[in-house]
């Protein structure tokens, strides 16, 4: 699923955040082209304001974890409506948000489409995901990956508990 780094960087932040937390017994959906994401949780890194977003496909137990460079963005007390500049001039111009597909995981310009309507004009915009994520998070619309994301950058239930006991045992060395 993903590389080791991925699990590294999972674990300590896992280890800084106390752990995440994952309903048990959750039951499995079948395979879909797309899929629809949950915030699970929004995660603190040791430095500076970056962190690390960790996205739940809706109905499951598998994780996207993706690190963005201001986790303010997704702080507890933001909700729908606190989209910033570009929510106000999406408003102006009369769009709004339909879906945010998530494309890759790495902070590029081009990691995500924000689809848009305008009246009965659609548009697709490239987008960092992390920004597209606020904005859906603002508008209340969907995010959705393909399931080839997913089954590639994903971390399932056994992924998570390794990195979750990695993070134990390295919160544990560093305090004896």
Do not use: C, H, N, W
């Amino acid at each position: 699923m993903r590389p080791r780094s991925a699990r590294g960087l999972l674990a300590a932040a896992l280890a800084l955040a106390g752990g995440l937390a994952v309903a048990a017994g959750t039951p499995q959906r079948p395979p879909a082209r797309v899929v629809e994401l949950e915030v699970a949780a929004v995660l603190p890194l040791p430095e500076g304001s970056a962190g690390l977003l960790v996205l739940r496909e809706k109905g499951t137990r598998t994780l996207l974890p993706l690190v963005v460079p201001d986790r303010s963005a997704f702080a507890a007390g933001a909700r729908p409506g606190d989209a910033g500049l570009v929510g106000r001039a999406l408003d102006a111009l009369g769009a709004q948000v339909r879906e945010v597909e998530l494309e890759a995981v790495e902070e590029t310009i081009a990691g995500a489409r924000v689809r848009l309507a305008q009246g009965a004009r659609r548009l697709e915009i490239p987008a960092r995901p992390s920004e597209s994520v606020a904005l859906a998070l603002a508008a209340g619309a969907r995010i959705v990956a393909s399931r080839r994301l997913l089954d590639a950058e994903g971390l399932a239930e056994e992924d998570f508990e390794a990195a979750r006991r990695a993070a134990v045992d390295a919160q544990g060395a560093v305090r004896m």
